[in-house]
């Protein structure tokens, strides 16, 4: 979506946020709202602020008896005027490393029945303490799934910077494999896609990676392993671009691949287009996820998709590289229109080792829009 002259689309964004996130509150009972984001989860402050924030601790209350109602506060020195610069709140505020007294402040000002917090249970013992003793009465429950469901469909603005970021994304991965050869670690591979995405503007990235052969179980943050002709190296890359992620899964070989390497691809190719061909609004992320794990039945590799050799077949993604829905059999969340998720049936078989390989679509009400431009196959380096 592109922003008018005169800021319009921009407000317009402000206000269906604020206006989704109230109407969660009202139907949970809650009188305000505390976004808290410790360092590694900032996706709740971003949502309200569109502002990136670097302090080890930071707020947003919304409270829900004021017409705008919003303020921010952060333990990191710039971040107040980074979050007032951006325009969509003009209220931020500076706390101490250790103390959250014109938080505490505002809370008492709003004297609120109800609180939700929003990653409650990662707030430490001594903030939440404060908060407590600042709030005498005061019922403190926690908002954490409320922010996710409201976080879970996407507007349109948001949708158009996640396929900027998508575009980020593809140029990552053609650096990853022209960078491919044997005797090189893997950090160096890293180190690579790190130039090509922070040269287009990421802001971050979150990667794993591991290479080998049949006897790769997982993957990690990269190792100084080095790596060898015949080698799989697998990887999910995902760059963020203006507060949003995108995630690509692909999987190279380094030289001509075996027959279980190919074999290993046609299996996992032909299931992440049976859970594709299962998205649409209105189904759940379980039926998505058992699209996926019935293909690997039909071929005797269903003991591959339980919890001990992988973790989940899909999730969502947006402000934060794994959001809800996680794809899972048993996960009755329904798909609606503009949630983005990502497809991945990544797993160990015996075939190759782990094998990645997955896509992020919008879900539309007939299927889904790809966010990629990066072709689905087995992709080699010449050794």
């Known amino acids: 979506m592109t922003i008018n002259p005169d800021g319009t689309a921009d407000e317009a964004e402000r206000s269906l946020r604020l206006g989704r996130v109230r109407t969660a509150m009202t139907a949970a ?14 996706e709740n402050v971003r949502y309200f602020t569109d502002a990136p924030v670097a302090g080890a601790a930071s707020f947003v209350l919304l409270t829900a008896n004021d017409a705008d109602g919003v303020r921010a506060f952060s333990t990191g ?14 209220d931020a505020h500076p706390l101490s490393a250790r103390s959250a007294s014109s938080l505490t402040q505002a809370l008492r000002e709003a004297r609120p029945a109800r609180l ?33 469901d409201v976080r879970l469909v996407k507007s349109d603005w948001e949708i158009a910077r996640m396929r900027r970021a998508a575009s980020v994304v593809d140029a990552g991965w053609a650096a990853f494999v022209d960078v491919l050869k044997p005797g090189l670690p893997e950090h160096a591979i890293v180190a690579a896609v790190e130039a090509a995405i922070k040269g287009r503007g990421a802001e971050d990235n979150f ?11 997982g993957m990690t943050a990269p190792t100084p392993r080095v790596l060898q ?3 799989m190296v697998r990887t999910e890359l995902t760059p963020q671009l203006d507060g949003y992620y995108a995630q690509i899964c692909r999987s190279a070989v380094l030289g001509e691949p075996s027959e279980g390497q190919r074999r290993s691809f046609e299996l996992f190719d032909e299931a992440v287009q049976a859970g594709l061909d299962a998205v649409r609004a209105g189904v759940t992320a379980g039926d998505v996820a058992r699209a996926e794990n019935d293909v690997f039945r039909k071929h005797g590799y269903g003991e591959y998709t339980t919890s001990q050799y992988t973790r989940v077949r899909g999730h969502g993604h947006g402000l934060h ?22 497809v991945h049936p990544n797993t160990y078989t015996p075939l190759a080792g ?16 790809p966010l990629l431009t990066t072709e689905r196959k087995l992709f080699t380096a010449p050794v």
């Open 116 to 148: 939700g917090i929003a990653h409650y249970e990662l707030l430490p013992e001594i903030l939440m303490n404060q908060l407590v003793q600042a709030l005498p009465g005061t019922e403190i429950v926690s908002a954490s799934g409320l922010m996710d």
């Open 77 to 90: 020195r710039a971040d107040p005027d980074a979050i007032t610069s951006r325009g969509w709140v003009a």
């Open 321 to 342: 590289p794994d959001e809800i829905p996680a794809l899972l059999e048993d996960n009755e969340t329904v798909l609606e229109e503009n949630a983005v998720i990502i």
């Open 354 to 369: 782990y094998h990645v390989l997955g896509d992020p679509v919008v879900v539309t009400r007939g299927g889904y829009q």
């Open 207 to 217: 990667m794993l990676i591991a290479s080998g052969g049949d006897e790769v179980r």
């Open 229 to 231: 002709t015949g080698d």
């Open 29 to 42: 009972g809650l009188d305000a709202l505390l976004a808290f984001a410790p360092a590694w989860r900032r």
